[in-house]
């Protein structure tokens, strides 16, 4: 299992949604940036267009959990930012947790070519 950790600055999150590398899915969209530490960071974010506070902590929880099956298989090669869409509480687990297997497989081709 890899070791995560947090992104929990605000600056952290526009320094990676500035990078302009993403991938958007029907469940989520994965931001990636190249990592200035020793392990990859990870944050997860939901705006209020996911749902109330239950629903975008309910959310969060199941982008959490996906990525550490869907990091078993492809681990991140740099700091991820996951941002909920409405549509992530109503995903098929398997179908959530493909999509992070295909956006981590894409996003890590893009830093490896620089």
Do not use: C, Y
């Not at 992530?88 to 398997?94: F, G, V």
């Amino acid at each position: 299992m890899v070791s995560f950790g947090r992104l929990k600055k605000r600056a952290d999150f526009l320094r990676i949604a500035a990078a302009h590398k993403k991938w958007v899915a029907p469940g989520l969209i994965i931001q990636i940036d190249q990592n200035r530490e020793a392990s990859p960071r990870i944050g997860f974010t939901a705006s209020k267009k996911v749902g109330n506070a239950v629903a975008r902590n309910r959310a969060k929880r199941r982008l959490r959990e996906a990525l550490r099956m869907a990091a078993a298989k492809e681990p991140p090669k740099g700091d991820i930012v996951l941002i909920a869409r409405p549509s992530t509480l109503d995903r098929p687990w398997l179908n959530l947790v493909k999509d992070i297997e295909t956006g981590l497989q894409r996003l890590n081709q893009r830093i490896a070519e620089k």
